[in-house]
């Protein structure tokens, strides 16, 4: 009997969506603790090394000059030096502690957020950037938010202890390393705009990398079969070239900041050394240079170093920085793209179906025409109208999915089937798996002791589904099946078949087929024809 479907009421579905993904204002958040821990262990260091910096100088002066030194002075530079290594040392375990902290908890929130997205959404991003973002982006934010930061913090607070020390001893050498810095801080901002640029690049060669890489792992099979292989590793050399190409370019634009950065410091002490030696030497009397004593003279030239020490550390972050950067927004990308918009399928929108609490209800209709969707939307997979208004509710928990995306868990091939159904008795599981193949599948060694690789990895389509089949027919659920008898023979599409009518003998059975004969055998068909209409035969 063909019935026309009756008008659903109109309705909006909507999805709230989840808030922006802020790779680095998270990371921030998860950093604080150990950045104020970083900090405080970095200022400790530099202010014990002025202060071995300042006894070893008074020291080796006296010596020097042949006076008398203080029996505390030698004692108390052995003490400053010993403090200054155990401050660097714990400095670099506050470092990497936080690092690691700050990418372990991004991995986590993104592999969350991959949770929590729609399934066809999921299935819009790439495979191998997905594997891209959650093993590498998180460390090269984690450097952004911690090493980068406290770089930049020492920045400011290491070359104004040394000033204050060289304060101490001569404004007028105070003034002169700090004249300099202006000159530094135009370069960082000259070279920064470029290396961002260089890590953008670099990142997206990286991302295509990965994506093909991942790609031709997926398609092995037809590469080889087709003697495909010298073309697609020829694809994917020139790919590393030109990714290689794009690092040694953010490399080398980091060392010409370093060696800017050595060369400014290495002027400064050299005029240094110029203006004390004179004064020493009496040819000149220069106003902060003259008339010190040698230990201050040692004293000045040992801090100054300390003093672009930070700018150093700094102009080695930047490349960190720009890779932080990068990352940050590749993962933004990755994890905070909009919902994919569904196909418009207007007859779904307008189907309205009873599904009784026991049957076998067949959707039907061509490729593209709605029939997956329509089982995503019973699933509460996608948003959308469910086409059932009342005769029989389903539960997100209620729900026996089976596809050839099935999941199958790494183990056994009875571990595989009993998945998520409890206790089971083997009996059962052999009968499950028998009656579909299973066991005789020469391809499973073992029967139900086979083992399965992670993810299914060593599965066949038709062995995954087979698989699903046997899991739905051991639970109690609501069967939700997309082509189950697809990628099958006919004798094992016809046990599937079976399987599937036993069980809407005791509960609702929905499958979306291109199979005519299991349409045929269904208690109801739904035909999503390609005009917009929609037939129900009962």
């Not at 950093?31 to 405080?40: C, I, M, S, T």
Request: glycine share 8%; charged share 20%; net charge neutral.
């Amino acid at each position: 009997m063909q019935t026309p479907a009756v008008p659903a009421p109109a309705s909006d579905p909507s999805v709230p969506s989840p808030g922006a993904f802020q790779a680095l204002a998270t990371a921030r958040q998860l950093a604080k603790r150990g950045l104020r821990q970083l900090l405080a262990a970095q200022v400790a260091r530099t202010a014990l090394r002025l202060g071995f910096a300042a006894t070893a100088a008074m020291a080796v002066g006296r010596l020097v000059m042949g006076e008398p030194v203080a029996a505390w002075v030698v004692p108390v530079a052995m003490v400053f030096l010993l403090a200054a290594c155990l401050a660097g040392l714990a400095a670099d375990r506050a470092q990497a502690s936080a690092e690691t902290a700050v990418s372990i908890g991004l991995r986590e929130l993104a592999g969350k957020r991959l949770d929590e997205m729609p399934a066809r959404q999921l299935q819009a991003l790439s495979v191998g950037g997905v594997i891209m973002s959650m093993q590498r982006h998180p460390e090269a934010v984690a450097g952004l938010a911690v090493g980068h930061r406290a770089a930049s913090g020492m920045m400011a607070a290491g070359p104004l202890l040394a000033a204050a020390a060289l304060f101490l001893v001569s404004w007028q050498a105070a003034l002169l390393v700090i004249c300099l810095t202006p000159v530094m801080i135009l370069f960082f901002a000259l070279i920064g705009d470029a290396i961002r640029r260089r890590a953008d690049a670099q990142e997206r060669a990286f991302g295509r990398l990965a994506g093909q890489f991942a790609d031709r792992i997926r398609t092995l099979p037809t590469i080889l079969a087709n003697h495909a292989m010298a073309g697609e590793e020829a694809k994917l050399a020139r790919r590393l070239e030109v990714y290689a190409g794009n690092t040694m370019g953010v490399l080398r634009i980091a060392f010409a900041n370093a060696g800017i950065i050595d060369f400014f410091a290495s002027l400064s002490i050299a005029i240094l050394a110029v203006f004390l030696g004179l004064g020493h030497l009496k040819l000149a009397m220069i106003p902060g240079f003259s008339n010190l004593e040698l230990w201050q003279s040692l004293f000045i030239l040992m801090i100054a170093p300390e003093y672009f020490a930070p700018f150093r550390r700094f102009s080695e972050q930047y490349h960190a920085k720009a890779e932080g950067l990068a990352a940050t927004d590749a993962l933004d990308g990755l994890l905070d793209v909009g919902p994919v918009a569904a196909k418009a399928l207007p007859v779904l929108d307008r189907l309205s179906l009873a599904l009784p609490a026991r049957a076998l209800v067949a959707v039907v209709g061509p490729s593209g025409s709605g029939k997956s969707t329509l089982l995503r939307r019973l699933a509460g997979l996608e948003p959308g109208g469910k086409p059932m208004p009342g005769a029989h509710p389903l539960a997100a928990n209620e729900i026996a999915w089976v596809s050839t995306d099935a999941y199958v868990p790494e183990g056994t091939l009875a571990e595989a089937i009993s998945w998520n159904a409890g206790a089971v008795d083997r009996t059962r599981l052999e009968d499950a798996a028998g009656a579909i193949g299973l066991l005789d599948d020469a391809l499973l060694p073992g029967g139900l002791d086979a083992r399965l690789d992670k993810g299914g990895a060593n599965l066949s389509g038709g062995q995954r589904l087979r698989i699903a089949v046997a899991r739905a027919q051991l639970s109690v659920r609501t069967v939700l099946a997309d082509e189950p008898t697809a990628k099958l023979d006919r004798e094992t599409a016809e046990a599937v078949r079976r399987m599937l009518l036993e069980m809407s003998r005791k509960r609702l059975v929905v499958v979306a087929t291109h199979d005519r004969d299991l349409a045929v055998a269904a208690d109801i068909m739904v035909d999503l024809a390609r005009d917009d209409t929609v037939e129900v035969a009962a």
